[in-house]
């Protein structure tokens, strides 16, 4: 609880004093003053969030400023009311405050809203405070400011203003992983409830996957120690391929889980841009992300993203296989552990392939795979018929660990909907044959 409460007061200050300036900016603004020094000095004596983030030195307090500025609307939207204000004469907002509005009609600021608050308009000034946007600038570089160019904006100033990755970190007091969709971030956080005891691998997978696990848990010692630093690639690449429903997903969390590491499933459809160089960037933002706070990161369905590349016979394949270019080398400069995962591993482009270190195929299990799968899902506490022949599920059927979840969920809703008090050989039947139509294997 004293955390937060210093915490409060941290932001406190800083929003207190973006209040001193919207109103001496305003007031400079309509009496036609110009005298940018008067501007208002973050206190020196009060403790601040950005004074922490940056240092509390009177030369940082323009990048302050703006960092004050991307807090507002999550903190204190109420703060940036008084940009709303309308221009009497033209009968819209005015164009030197920038900003757009959300749904709820809240103001929301700019790179021109932050130039306006800096600068005035003051040309030099101005210049000046691009500079703070550049992509070698402290509030890029550290992560600290959310700068998303888009070529579709007619001018930098409508660039909108959002929080960066380390500063959601920070404020949020979460992990770094769980704020994927706070900063926009093309992944989202991969987690299960499952345990290793609950994954059914058949003895070469699961030594696939160990050595997936050593590397991730050894790594250093077999860099730094051992030597291999000088020697091998760095990071570690594998594909995990086979069939829908065998695993591969769960295995990547589970690895995530064993050793502590947070995991990011890939949204390819964030990724892919029809955008010329878009791509690229936001593979660039994913991989340094990745890198910078130590993300397992997982691409399913990676056909997407890694697949054949074509022959050259328009300027979109070029394109095309100018990503696959960048996405190779970017992968193979990747100091983490990166997991495809495909249908088939003829998909995926031999370049790739060669460059992993681990290829493990998830084969569909075999029956005692099944048998041992059956039996952890129909185990209590689920109410399940004595009538049900377990052996034979497993022998008859050729399911995956996939299949029999989504049976097993369709028998025991159909038994509880119909007022039944345990699932039966009818029910797990019926779920099965639904199955199986679904896949296409019975008419």
């Known amino acids: 609880m004293n955390v937060e409460i210093s915490k409060a007061v941290l932001f406190q200050n800083d929003l207190d004093w973006l209040t001193r300036v919207i109103d001496w900016r305003l007031g400079a603004y309509f009496a036609d003053n110009t005298n940018a020094s008067a501007i208002p000095m973050p206190e020196p004596t009060a403790p601040s969030f950005t004074g922490s983030l940056l240092g509390e030195d009177q030369n940082s307090w323009p990048e302050r400023l703006v960092l004050a500025l991307v807090l507002a609307p999550h903190l204190a939207p109420h703060r940036l009311d008084p940009l709303l204000i309308q221009n009497a004469t033209l009968g819209r907002k005015f164009t030197e405050f920038g900003g757009q509005t959300n749904r709820d009609g809240a103001f ?22 691009m500079r703070l946007f550049s992509a070698d600038g402290v509030l890029r570089r550290r992560c600290l400011v959310d700068f998303e160019e888009d070529p579709k904006r007619m001018s930098l100033g409508e660039t909108p203003l959002r929080l960066g990755s380390e500063t959601s970190r920070v404020v949020l007091g979460h992990h770094a992983l769980e704020l994927a969709d706070f900063s926009g971030m093309p992944a989202r956080k991969l987690s299960t409830p499952f345990k290793w005891d609950d994954l059914v691998l058949s003895d070469p997978v699961n030594e696939g996957v160990q050595e997936v696990l050593s590397w991730i848990k050894h790594h250093s010692v077999l860099l730094k120690e051992w030597g291999l630093e000088d020697r091998v690639a760095p990071g570690f690449k594998c594909l995990f391929y086979g069939p829908p429903g065998t695993g591969k997903s769960l295995t ?24 010329i160089g878009e791509t690229e960037k936001n593979l660039a933002r994913l991989f340094d992300e990745a890198e910078r706070f130590g993300w397992l990161l997982f691409f399913d369905e990676a056909d997407a993203l890694f697949g054949k590349r074509s022959r050259t016979r328009s300027a979109n394949d070029r394109y095309a296989n100018q990503e696959v270019a960048y996405l190779l080398q970017r992968l193979e400069e990747f100091t983490g552990v990166a997991i495809l995962a495909s249908n088939l591993r003829g998909n995926i482009d031999d370049a790739f392939v060669r460059r992993f270190q681990s290829i493990v195929y998830f084969a569909p299990p075999g029956p005692q795979e099944r048998l041992a799968l059956w039996k952890r899902a129909l185990a209590p506490p689920l109410p399940v018929s004595n009538e049900i022949d377990i052996d034979a599920l497993a022998s008859e059927y050729d399911v995956t660990g996939g299949n029999i979840v989504n049976i097993v969920r369709r028998s025991a809703i159909s038994a509880v909907g119909k007022g039944g008090r345990e699932i039966t050989v009818e029910h797990l039947q019926n779920a099965l044959t639904i199955e199986l139509q679904r896949e296409g294997r019975l008419g």
């Open 252 to 275: 990547s969390a589970l690895l995530g889980k064993a050793t502590g590491l947070d995991v990011y499933r890939v949204d390819l459809s964030l990724v892919v841009s029809k955008w």
């Open 108 to 129: 929301w600021p700019t790179v021109e809203t932050a130039s306006f608050l800096l600068s005035g308009d003051d040309l030099e000034a101005r210049l000046r405070v």
